[in-house]
């Protein structure tokens, strides 16, 4: 047979495109909430080409050029063609993007207001008319408002906003915004669900993976600011000169989108690194070793961002080795990063073997006497809830309670106790709660948010971090709707007044479509989401029920556990007479951590919202409800709803179908088919064991588990992810 060569070229030509195309397949989700492909929509898209027509930026800095650089590719994507970009400015333009300072005086002058009221971060998105000519106007202080605001612009771009009329002054609440990385050096992720950690410190500092920089851009889109790039259980080797100039070469790419990075600095370094015997922070060789390390750092990354601390806490080693103080020890280095404007954040999540009180008793306890006595470069970083980032937990009782500290809020976007990466759990949704909580230490309006952003009592600092969901899945996060959970963690860090319902609908329409007809189905799914993993897992204020170690799946029955707070009997106390924690006065007093005014509704199960019942009493099984339910019934039926809710989010999101592309799909349906035999799982595994205490038969509705207790209880799981 002969074969010609445009036959040739031809069967070339076929197979670049199947592998293209297969490529393309295999990248779904690579692009986050930032693809770019062009609008097809015939009314947004002239009005779009107007706008940009010709785009005057004022650039000459490394963010501004990266800010141009994001304005580009946006703008190329999204209409097609290449845009039309200047450096000098004109009336012709129909845009101008340009900081407060290189704009004309005149210009200024009406909007005087609102430059002082967007502070270094902010940004302003403004339609206006010079000489009878149409210009939107993007402008800022800072060049870092000029990223932001590019990034806002091409979101409303996505979302087919239009821009006339348009005045938008968005200025971040919060300064410090951060994601807190439980990477280990040897790429592991501690509680990562997403493969490997994303930093390849054997090839750093030279092979700089180009993904860094899409990382950077992620967080910059959503106006993240910070990020530690090492576990909080820290290993003190990143703090030798070879792992800084890897730390350093992150940095550099992370620079111009407005990030600084961050260590974690484990306690006994000098001991570990520094060849001394001690790490007592009041020790003169200790101090010396800690100024020498910081001046070293700083020499290397001149805007490192500072030292995150978990110190004596599940057996990291801190300040108490030595029988001094979580100040003391937060001040030692605090002084040692001050002249380098670094900051210390001391994270609050301590309990101890030797405290037999009740655990979510002891943070508290332990820290809220140090008010008032931290530099003022350290922040107390505390996690939402006082046990450990439970499907749902009231709010820590440390917020409100340490007004002369900054707090900052530590929410946990990876999954440890929320299904992996294999359940989608709409996050924002718990955050929300948290954040709109009241505290009442100053009255009514006296919000969690309020503390976190540093309105209620004047704090010079504020932050909020949340343990990153991301690693080297081609999607980052595992379960695409993971996605989500960065997105809302990042929006609700620049506004935590914005409601989770605002951020779903964002999220999938720069995700997926702009259509109602996909968006507000799907929408309902992540809204209820994380009522429905409540419900099948620790439901009306049950806690901590989760299998030891690895946390997957139920373990209500563990009890052998050397510690006695690492073993969910500890967390239900089920036995014959009933079930649940009491805090309340006549139990642990944890209920006095609280306002009077918030004790007070939490101490009598009458007032207690049920869905902390359990938290705050222990009950008996015949306990009636307000619906006139008995206890033991509305355990069953809430796990039997939460079953129901995912079996409900399967059947919703099939009408997702003919809005996406298969493979989008499919990868999601598969998933929630998991979440649904995990549901079943946890229902069946639960109710068993806690049927030995109540003896009494399932209510009508609740379905029959399939296997008995043994079968739940000897289900190992050796390989699990994330430990
Ligand atoms: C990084 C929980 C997790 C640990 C985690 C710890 C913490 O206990 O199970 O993996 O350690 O919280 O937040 O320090």
């Keep these: 047979m002969n074969i010609s060569a445009a036959q040739v070229k031809i069967f070339y030509i076929i197979t670049f495109l199947v592998i293209m195309n297969s490529n393309a397949q295999s990248l779904e989700g690579y692009d986050l909430w930032l693809g770019y492909s062009k609008i097809e929509d015939p009314v947004i898209l002239p009005e779009y080409q107007r706008h940009t027509k010709s785009i005057f930026f004022n650039n000459g800095s490394a963010v501004l050029e990266t800010a141009q650089k994001e304005l580009v590719r946006g703008i190329d994507g999204l209409l097609g063609q290449p845009s039309n970009i200047h450096n000098s400015q004109s009336l012709l333009n129909t845009m101008w993007v340009s900081k407060k300072m290189d704009l004309d005086k005149d210009i200024v002058k009406p909007f005087k207001a609102d430059f002082e009221q967007i502070g270094k971060e902010g940004f302003i998105i403004k339609s206006i008319t010079v000489n009878d000519n149409s210009i939107l106007l993007i402008t800022a202080n800072e060049d870092i408002g000029i990223l932001y605001g590019v990034f806002k612009l091409l979101q409303l771009m996505k979302m087919h906003k239009s821009f006339e009329g348009i005045n938008i002054v968005d200025v971040p609440k919060i300064e410090l915004r951060m994601l807190n990385h439980w990477d280990n050096l040897d790429r592991t992720v501690e509680r990562g669900y997403a493969g490997f950690s994303l930093w390849n410190w054997q090839k750093l500092p030279e092979y700089i993976d180009p993904r860094y920089e899409d990382y950077a851009r992620a967080n910059a889109s959503i106006g993240i600011n910070a990020t530690v790039l090492t576990n909080v259980n820290a290993n003190s080797l990143v703090l030798t000169s070879a792992y800084l100039d890897k730390v350093a070469a992150l940095a550099e790419v992370f620079r111009p989108y407005g990030i600084k990075v961050y260590l974690t600095a484990r306690f006994s370094a000098p001991i570990e690194i520094g060849g001394l015997n001690t790490a007592d922070p009041l020790d003169k060789d200790v101090i010396e070793w800690w100024n020498d390390r910081a001046k070293k750092i700083y020499k290397i990354i001149p805007d490192f961002g500072g030292f995150l601390v978990k110190a004596n806490s599940e057996g990291q080693p801190g300040p108490q080795n030595y029988g001094r103080t979580h100040v003391d020890g937060a001040n030692m280095l605090a002084n040692a990063l001050r002249p380098f404007n670094g900051m210390v954040i001391w994270r609050a999540f301590v309990y101890s073997e030797l405290d037999t009180t009740d655990r979510a008793k002891q943070a508290f306890t332990e820290f809220v006497p140090y008010d008032g006595n931290f530099l003022d470069n350290v922040l107390v970083q505390v996690k939402n809830g006082p046990i450990d980032f439970q499907p749902r937990e009231p709010f820590h009782p440390t917020f409100g309670a340490m007004p002369n500290t900054p707090l900052v809020m530590e929410f946990q976007i990876t999954q440890e106790y929320l299904g992996f990466s294999s359940h989608l759990v709409f996050l924002p949704k718990l955050y929300e709660e948290v954040l709109d909580a009241e505290t009442y230490r100053k009255g009514k309006k006296s919000t969690v948010a309020q503390v976190i952003d ?71 799914i992540m809204i209820s989401s994380r009522e429905a993993v409540v419900n099948y897992m620790t439901p009306l204020g049950l806690h901590h029920l989760m299998d030891t170690g690895h946390h997957y799946g139920p373990g209500p029955w563990v009890s052998d556990l050397s510690r006695p707070e690492w073993n969910p009997t500890y967390y239900h106390q089920a036995d014959k007479d009933g079930i649940g924690f009491d805090r309340t006065p006549s139990g642990s007093n944890a209920t006095s951590q609280y306002s009077s005014e918030i004790a007070e509704i939490f101490n009598a199960p009458e007032t207690c919202p049920e869905e902390y019942l359990l938290w705050f009493h222990h009950l008996p099984w015949d306990y009636k409800l307000k619906n006139g339910e008995i206890l033991w019934d509305a355990v069953a039926l809430k796990y039997q709803e939460g079953v129901d809710q995912v079996g409900e989010m399967i059947s919703i999101w099939k009408q997702a179908k003919t809005y996406i592309s298969d493979d989008q799909y499919n990868e999601v349906r598969m998933l929630l088919e998991i979440q649904l035999k995990e549901a079943k799982w946890w229902r069946n595994a639960c109710l068993l064991y806690f049927q030995t205490f109540s003896g009494k038969k399932l209510p009508p509705g609740v379905e029959l588990p399939e296997e008995n207790l043994e079968f739940y209880r000897s289900l190992k799981f050796p390989y699990a992810p994330g430990n």
């Design 454 to 524: 540093g309105s209620l009592f004047n704090s010079k600092i504020s932050g909020m971090a949340g343990v990153a969901n991301i690693g080297t899945d081609l999607n980052w996060t595992g379960h695409p709707f993971a996605q989500a959970n960065w997105y809302g963690f990042g929006r609700l860090a620049w506004n935590p007044y914005l409601s989770s319902e605002a951020i779903a609908e964002e999220w999938l329409r720069l995700t997926y479509s702009n259509n109602s007809e996909f968006v507000e189905p799907v929408k309902s």
